[in-house]
């Protein structure tokens, strides 16, 4: 029987997987390589992780799946709200597979919390940035979650960055992907399964702590005076070896995909401050200032562990905090476009009557606005393109976008960092004492198109995408889909359409009670998420 392995490596980046492949490091990658093929890949734009590896198992761009983010700015509001599984819009390959009555192993794929029911067994993956390990809530059937019960998204805290954090980060790392291993070996032993997927997010960690460790020409490599030698090549070589020992499992029948959402690269000491740009151009004006401390405070003193179930218990609440952090500190009646100010999505929302409660942009006007500030906003340093989301996105769903998108410079070999601020110069140099960075600080690394592909068949000659991995899976396993953008690797054409419209459907968003909403926040309060 014919069976697909479909192995996650998020943050896996192409060009460092190269070079120590050439070097004889990634032995099971090199070998994958010589079956059929391995390289770059075209990512989502930009490449965030949430979106593109929703777009990896639809086949369709995010503005038809509808995931553009880990967040969507809530229509008629000042606020945010974190997305999950019921947002998407569109079946992923489980829903479809499942639909056909084939079997499928689900492992930690990020978006899918909470978990489908499907035929075979789905955990999800991380529902928040603060998650830490899983708990039944994630696993379906709901009887399988003693065989995965060990699995963790992080054990370590990732805002607060000291020299003595690196070497105890590093061996937790090592430990999840030993952990993982085992998980997912386990599973593929109990069942012949005709899909199994499973995605490792350790390079992704390890990559935007580490990178300026690891590379001897980072503007940020002597931040951290004492830390362990090659931190993420140690990585990918343990994910090497993870991927051969599920490689072993397989058989000839066997199609054996390892995918990466996007790949990575190093930060500049330089920091832009989107809004201080804004506001210098008479787009923005600031309110009182903004503050957000305690939900810093929040975030470098509460322990790790159980942190991901306060969120799921308090997500409300944690909304209302992200979006004081975001929101707070501007006078909309007098701005006619901001930032979010996110480092892994920088973009410009306009400030649109009729859309915004406090709209100042007239909506006959939308497009002219978005060519005018484009062109502004190719002017600041760092900046190298600015762009409509209509160049990025197509669909149904393109309005959850931020109204400009903007393609951050590599020209000198690194990227500036995007930073939040109300005040001061567009344009900082970060300290010598705070390179090292941190979640929400600059990180040291940061994401970069293109992903990586590798197959165990030969496939032609062409640049391959993120979005042909789904039709590719159903047209190597024979199951019939819906509509989708991408195209199968193996003959350059879509896989064969459903008879009929798909059935499928994205489960209703689960919502609080006024109640659970009352009793929620009192115990946010109790957390110093409120003043």
């Known amino acids: 029987m014919k069976r697909v392995v479909l192995i996650g490596l998020d943050g896996f980046s192409p060009d460092l997987v190269n070079r120590w492949m050439n070097e004889g490091r990634l032995p099971r990658l090199a070998a994958l390589k010589g079956m059929g093929r391995m390289g770059s890949m075209e990512g989502v734009l930009p490449p965030v ?61 990020p978006g899918t919390y909470p978990p489908e029911a499907v035929n075979g067994v789905l955990m999800a993956g991380f529902d928040s940035p603060v998650a830490d390990s899983i708990d039944p809530s994630f696993v379906y059937p709901s009887s399988a979650y003693p065989l995965v019960r060990g699995w963790r998204f992080a054990e370590f805290q990732e805002h607060r960055i000291t020299t003595g954090w690196y070497g105890k980060a590093l061996q ?5 992907i030993a952990m993982k291993e085992a998980v997912a070996l386990d599973l593929f032993s109990r069942e012949s399964w005709d899909f199994f997927m499973v995605v490792f997010g350790e390079a992704d960690t390890v990559s935007h702590h580490f990178w300026p460790l690891e590379d001897p020409d980072s503007p940020r490599h002597d931040a951290v005076p004492t830390h362990p030698e090659h931190p993420v090549r140690r990585i990918y070589e343990r994910l090497d070896t993870a991927v051969g020992r599920l490689m072993d499992r397989t058989d000839d029948e066997t199609l054996v995909l390892v995918v990466s959402d996007h790949g990575f690269g190093g930060a500049d000491i330089k920091s832009l401050q989107v809004n201080n740009f804004l506001a210098e151009h008479g787009w ?3 309110a009182r200032p903004s503050r957000d401390i305690l ?59 009729g859309r915004e409660p406090e709209g100042v942009v007239d909506p006959t006007l939308y497009e002219a606005t978005v060519a005018t500030l484009c062109r502004l906003l190719e002017g600041l340093p760092g900046v190298e393109r600015a762009f409509p989301r209509a160049q990025a996105y197509q669909g149904p769903y393109l309005h959850k976008a931020p109204d400009i998108l903007l393609d951050l410079s590599w020209k000198s070999g690194y990227r500036y960092s995007c930073r939040r601020a109300r005040g001061g110069p567009a344009v900082q140099t970060i300290p010598a004492a705070r390179r090292a960075g941190g979640k929400e600080a600059g990180c040291g690394g940061v994401h970069k198109n293109p992903a990586l592909l590798a197959v165990n068949r030969p496939i032609p000659q062409g640049t391959p995408r993120l979005l042909d991995i789904a039709p590719t899976v159903l047209d190597y396993l024979g199951v019939p889909g819906p509509d989708m953008e991408g195209v199968s690797l193996f003959t350059g054409n879509p896989h064969d359409k459903e008879a009929g419209p798909p059935d499928w459907m994205s489960p209703a968003e689960k919502s609080y009670t006024g109640d ?16």
């Open 172 to 176: 937790s790392l090592e430990r999840k």
């Open 516 to 531: 659970e909403e009352q009793l929620l926040e009192e115990r946010m309060r109790l957390l110093g998420y409120f003043e």
């Open 295 to 353: 939900k810093r405070l929040a975030l470098r003193c509460l322990p790790v562990r159980g942190r991901g179930r306060l969120f799921r218990r308090f997500q409300r609440q944690a909304e209302r905090a992200e979006s004081r952090s975001r929101f707070g500190g501007i006078d909309w009646p007098r701005t006619r476009a901001w930032s979010e100010e996110l480092d892994y999505f920088p973009s410009v929302r306009l400030n649109l009557a």
């Open 49 to 109: 992780t949430y979106p593109a590896w929703t777009s990896c198992v639809t086949g369709v761009n995010p503005g038809r799946h509808g995931i553009v983010d880990f967040t969507e700015v809530v229509p008629g509001r000042y606020a945010l709200r974190f997305l999950n599984s019921t947002d998407r819009k569109a079946p992923a390959l489980w829903n479809i597979l499942s639909r056909a009555g084939r079997r499928v192993c689900v492992l930690g794929v």
């Open 284 to 286: 923005l004006r600031y």
